[in-house]
């Protein structure tokens, strides 16, 4: 049976949750150790294992809260404006994190391409954040067509696949570049071309 946690205890798994989300965003999760991050939250190490199972179950934590960070909400009708006006905010949103955290990357890319074999829950948490996303942006593409603003016949999924996947290259460059500029590459092509 679980323990009820104290508002102390709720507090230190949100330090440890903060500090996992920024390290593995910053370090990766092979360059991260369950040390780095209780170092990193000010916990002892023993309270780790009181709030999560493993590192793991600690990444999928993070790869939830930085999916849920990445402004999907804005390409839902409900946030009013065009359907083309919420994917050019969308796009500028996600680009503009890249001024902040360029030389990060993208945590779904970074986790995409170093997962661990091992690791199936992990890989399928992160598939599954860019399958959101492209449910998402796909879903808005739809409406831009049936509102005569976009041209193109090739499925919106496709397409929205295409726009995530030139994304993660962007992301890739400016953090190995440690400048935003292929971020704001992206979204100029993207939004003047292929968006169109």
Not at 7 to 27: E, I, K, N, Y
């Given at each position: 049976?679980?323990?009820?946690?104290?508002?102390?205890?709720a507090?230190?798994?949100q330090?440890?949750?903060?500090?996992?989300?920024?390290?593995f965003?910053?370090?990766?999760?092979?360059?991260?150790?369950?040390?780095?991050?209780?170092?990193?939250?000010?916990?002892?190490?023993?309270?780790?294992?009181?709030?999560f199972?493993?590192?793991?179950?600690?990444?999928?934590?993070?790869v939830?809260?930085?999916?849920?960070?990445?402004?999907?909400?804005?390409?839902?009708?409900?946030?009013?404006g065009?359907?083309?006006?919420?994917?050019?905010?969308?796009?500028?949103?996600?680009?503009?994190?890249g001024?902040?955290?360029?030389?990060?990357?993208?945590?779904?890319?970074?986790?995409?391409?170093?997962?661990?074999?091992?690791?199936?829950?992990?890989?399928?948490?992160?598939?599954?954040?860019?399958g959101r996303?492209?449910?998402?942006?796909?879903?808005?593409?739809?409406?831009?067509?049936?509102?005569?603003?976009?041209?193109?016949?090739?499925?919106?999924?496709?397409?929205a696949?295409?726009?995530?996947?030139?994304?993660?290259?962007?992301?890739?460059?400016?953090k190995?570049s440690?400048?935003?500029?292929?971020?704001?590459?992206?979204?100029?092509?993207?939004?003047?071309?292929?968006?169109?």
């Amino acid at each position: 049976m679980p323990r009820t946690k104290s508002p102390a205890s709720a507090g230190t798994r949100q330090r440890l949750s903060d500090a996992a989300l920024d390290l593995f965003h910053l370090r990766g999760y092979n360059g991260t150790s369950v040390q780095d991050i209780v170092a990193a939250a000010g916990a002892p190490k023993g309270t780790f294992y009181n709030h999560f199972a493993s590192k793991e179950d600690l990444a999928l934590d993070s790869v939830a809260r930085y999916s849920a960070a990445m402004g999907l909400e804005m390409l839902d009708e409900k946030q009013g404006g065009t359907p083309l006006e919420r994917i050019t905010d969308h796009l500028r949103y996600i680009t503009g994190l890249g001024d902040t955290m360029g030389d990060r990357g993208c945590l779904l890319g970074n986790f995409a391409t170093e997962i661990p074999a091992h690791s199936d829950v992990l890989r399928n948490a992160v598939d599954a954040g860019f399958g959101r996303w492209v449910a998402a942006l796909a879903a808005a593409i739809e409406q831009a067509r049936a509102a005569g603003e976009l041209r193109g016949g090739e499925p919106a999924t496709d397409l929205a696949g295409f726009v995530v996947s030139s994304y993660e290259g962007a992301a890739a460059r400016a953090k190995a570049s440690g400048d935003p500029a292929a971020l704001r590459e992206f979204f100029t092509i993207t939004t003047a071309r292929i968006l169109t």
